[in-house]
């Protein structure tokens, strides 16, 4: 497992601190800690895409969510948390071009999945263990819609996505990581 980009990390805030030592805590007690297969707890990755000004963020429509989100995904035995993300923004949205604005993670989060079906199968509650990054994409590009996982691709304006946004618990997240994004301007 890399979990140095874990422990190099520095928290921004409480939850950060807190989280981050559960993360490193879970990581050792937990070789299946990057696999789906621990039902209790995973590593994920998210993303937030922006465009070159940014000014936009380039969200999905989660399924399983039902709101407009970042883009992202598990692990699933892969210990680099960037390739991840890279590799689930352009599966989620179709851009071939992303990049990485930053190449660490800019929030930790420890979020709550509640339980769901997914694929015809029961998700039961867990956490996800989630690193968060920074990555810009070209918005001219195509946009390609996964149908089994998003029903839908969109360019927002930075001011604006939240009023898209209706799982309240990812707006504190959000809010977060646009206020590193809009200090990088």
Same mark, same amino acid.
């Not at 070789?31 to 039902?39: E, S, V």
């Not at 263990?129 to 070209?138: I, Q």
């Not at 707006?171 to 646009?178: A, P, Q, R």
């Given at each position: ?64 969510? @039902?709101?407009?989100?970042? %883009? #992202?995904? !598990?692990?699933?035995? $892969?210990?680099? &948390? =960037?390739? +991840? ?32 079906? @997914?694929?015809?199968?029961? %998700? #039961?509650? !867990?956490?996800?263990? $989630?690193?968060? &990054? =920074?990555? +810009? ?49």
């Amino acid at each position: 497992m890399n979990i140095e980009i874990i422990k190099n990390y520095t928290p921004k805030n409480e939850q950060e601190k807190v989280d981050k030592e559960a993360m490193l805590s879970f990581a050792e007690r937990n070789p299946d800690a990057f696999l789906r297969t621990n039902l209790t707890a995973h590593f994920t990755n998210s993303a937030i895409i922006t465009n070159i000004d940014k000014t936009k963020v380039l969200f999905v429509n989660h399924l399983i969510y @039902k709101s407009w989100g970042w %883009v #992202g995904g !598990h692990n699933d035995g $892969n210990p680099n &948390f =960037l390739d +991840v993300v890279l590799r689930e923004s352009h599966e989620e949205t179709g851009i071939k071009n992303v990049k990485p604005l930053l190449k660490e993670p800019v929030s930790l989060d420890n979020i709550f999945v509640p339980n769901h079906i @997914k694929n015809g199968h029961y %998700v #039961g509650d !867990h956490i996800h263990m $989630n690193l968060s &990054f =920074l990555l +810009v994409a070209d918005e001219t590009e195509e946009l390609i819609t996964k149908v089994d996982e998003n029903s839908g691709v969109r360019w927002f304006d930075i001011d604006e996505v939240l009023n898209y946004v209706t799982e309240e618990r990812m707006v504190y997240i959000y809010n977060k990581i646009f206020k590193i994004l809009k200090g990088l301007k």
